[in-house]
């Protein structure tokens, strides 16, 4: 498995051909010393060419704007279910896990969002949550601050 491969573009067939899994940051578009040729559609070009492409989002907030990676990704040409395999199915299958969640089907583990729009949408929330098989209540501290200062007293 190759982590970062921010100029994998350039390699992208002979990724494929050894069947190597790339985790990439949808976000690292920077040139730097390490990777002059880094580019925003690293991962379509990689996907491209055969690459078992798996998104990732090393910024602080990390897991929490992963969707937004992806969203990224497919603004920059990844196939919008290359984008939701590319978090979902493809790591499930890089760390061998695949027979046991990655994908909603009959048997396997799974944790659900309903969303109210396209997941890889800003402006889309989540509409309910399931993890474990129960419901996650949408509430805690900063929507019990909301509902508090919601109508604040006339001054």
Do not use: C
């Not at 899994?21 to 990777?35: C, E, H, I, L, S």
């Not at 991962?43 to 998104?55: K, N, Q, S």
């Amino acid at each position: 498995m190759l982590l970062g491969a921010a100029e994998g573009w350039k390699v992208a067939s002979e990724i494929a051909a050894a069947g190597v899994p790339v985790v990439v940051n949808a976000f690292q578009n920077t040139p730097g010393f390490d990777n002059l040729g880094a580019r925003w559609d690293n991962p379509a070009l990689l996907a491209e060419a055969g690459v078992r492409v798996i998104l990732t989002e090393s910024e602080s907030g990390g897991p929490r704007n992963l969707r937004w990676a992806a969203g990224h990704a497919v603004r920059n040409g990844l196939p919008w279910a290359k984008a939701l395999e590319a978090v979902t199915l493809a790591p499930a299958r890089a760390f061998g896990a695949s027979g046991e969640a990655g994908a909603l089907a009959p048997g396997l583990l799974a944790d659900v969002v309903v969303w109210s729009g396209d997941p890889f949408e800003y402006s889309t929330r989540a509409e309910l949550v399931l993890i474990g098989g129960g419901e996650v209540p949408r509430t805690g501290r900063q929507v019990e601050l909301l509902e508090r200062y919601r109508k604040l007293p006339p001054r």
